[in-house]
């Protein structure tokens, strides 16, 4: 389904499925929730983030994204409630297994993808430092903002680095380790976790222009890599995110 835009108002008048994202932006926290809808054929409209509108401000309960609202239920915007919230909508097809060891393995390898201490946040923080240092990154005024509003410390830029690396090793080794069992996937079937690897493999190496209309200020900023973190980024961590986009995912995304 092609992704329907509406204005503050009009997400907040209506009920049903509303999700508020930062617009021209592909997050990965907001992608993978256009991806859990998608799959699981949920209908829903999105809003694109205005920083000075009071009224989606108290609506959403933050100037963020992404934050989900269904009908009069309470904002989500944590990655877990909002896959729950989708899994509780459509049981199927089904992105947790229910089998309780599965599922637990399962949301380990979702926090490492999207937990305060996971890949997308300290990747976040990786590309911020090398805006305030001057070095890529983002622009030294957004590193600035983001830096601010998620807790960056130029002392510990060589943690945030230490620790994509270690992420991103760790993924790769769990998709050879499933391929050579004959899986394409980090699990036995397709479920968050891949539609999770999918989307956070953008914040390294961006879909194209065509597939990917994005802000070019952010698209520099992904693009960015220092050596290390470069040599980290084994093929297969790509190739498993092209065969999802190419089998369950949409493209081009609609920002």
Not at 180 to 204: R, T
Request: hydrophobic share 45%.
């Amino acid at each position: 389904m092609t992704v329907q835009y509406v204005s503050p108002e009009e997400a907040i008048a209506r009920r049903g499925l509303r999700l508020v994202v930062v617009g021209k932006v592909p997050s990965p926290w907001g992608e993978a929730a256009k991806g859990f809808f998608h799959l699981k054929k949920l209908p829903f409209v999105a809003v694109r983030l205005v920083y000075d509108n009071e009224a989606l401000k108290k609506w959403a309960g933050q100037l963020s994204g992404p934050v989900v609202v269904y009908d009069d239920e309470p904002p989500r915007s944590g990655w877990a409630e909002i896959l729950m919230l989708a899994e509780r909508l459509a049981p199927n097809p089904e992105l947790l297994p229910l089998e309780q060891n599965a599922r637990g393995r399962a949301l380990l390898l979702a926090e490492k993808f999207c937990g305060r201490d996971g890949l997308g946040w300290n990747r976040r923080l990786q590309v911020v430092h090398a805006g305030m240092t001057n070095t890529g990154g983002f622009a030294p005024r957004v590193a600035g903002y983001l830096g601010g509003k998620y807790g960056y410390e130029a002392a510990d830029a060589a943690r945030y680095s230490r620790r994509v690396i270690e992420l991103l090793t760790g993924f790769a080794a769990e998709l050879h380790a499933q391929r050579a069992a004959g899986k394409d996937y980090y699990l036995d079937d397709l479920g968050a976790v891949d539609i999770y690897s999918a989307v956070f493999m953008g914040m390294f190496r961006p879909l194209s222009q065509q597939q990917c209309d994005m802000n070019v200020g952010i698209r520099a900023a992904f693009e960015w890599l220092d050596p290390e973190t470069q040599a980290a980024l084994d093929p297969i961590l790509f190739e498993h995110r092209d065969m999802m986009y190419a089998k369950h995912l949409e493209v081009p995304l609609s920002l």
